[in-house]
C-alpha cells in the first residue's frame, strides 16, 4: 500500500454547470430489460445495480417499482432516439381516425352526462 500518496483532491467549483449532452436516456450497454435502471444510473452518477435494488425493493414493499420501471420505459427515449416509446405511440394514435372519432365519442357522452345534471 502506498501510504504516501495525496487522495486530497480538491472538489469541482459547486458552480461549475453539468455538462449539457447529460440527459436521462434508457441505455444500451449494461442493460438488462429495457435500459431504465442502467441510464438512471450513469444520470444519477450510481451504480445502476443499486438503482435495480431499490426498483426491487419498491416492488415488493407495494408494487410501485414495477409501476415506475414501466413508466419510465415509456417516457424516457432510448439512447441515440429523439422520441420515447410512449411519444411515438400517442403520435402514431393521434394519426390514426378510429382513436379520434373514440375520443370524439367519449367527450361527447361526458358532455351529455354534464349537461344532464
Known amino acids: 500500500m502506498d501510504f504516501d500518496k495525496d487522495t486530497t483532491a480538491a472538489p469541482p467549483p459547486a458552480d ?10 434508457r ?15 450513469r444520470y444519477f452518477g450510481v451504480d445502476p445495480n ?4 431499490g426498483l426491487a425493493a419498491f416492488t415488493l414493499f407495494g408494487g410501485a417499482g414495477a409501476l415506475l ?7 424516457l427515449p432510448e439512447e441515440g432516439a429523439a ?7 400517442f403520435r ?3 394519426a390514426d381516425p378510429r382513436v379520434q372519432d373514440a375520443v370524439q365519442k367519449a367527450k361527447d ?5 354534464r349537461q344532464a345534471r
Open 16 to 25: 461549475t454547470p453539468p455538462p449539457a449532452d447529460r440527459r436521462l436516456v
Open 27 to 41: 441505455t444500451r450497454d449494461g442493460r438488462m430489460l429495457a435500459g431504465v435502471c442502467s441510464g438512471a444510473g
Open 50 to 53: 443499486l438503482v435495480r435494488l
Open 69 to 75: 420501471y414501466a413508466a419510465a420505459w415509456l417516457l
Open 83 to 89: 422520441t420515447s416509446v410512449g411519444e411515438d405511440l
Open 92 to 94: 402514431k394514435a393521434n
Open 109 to 113: 357522452s361526458l358532455n351529455k352526462d
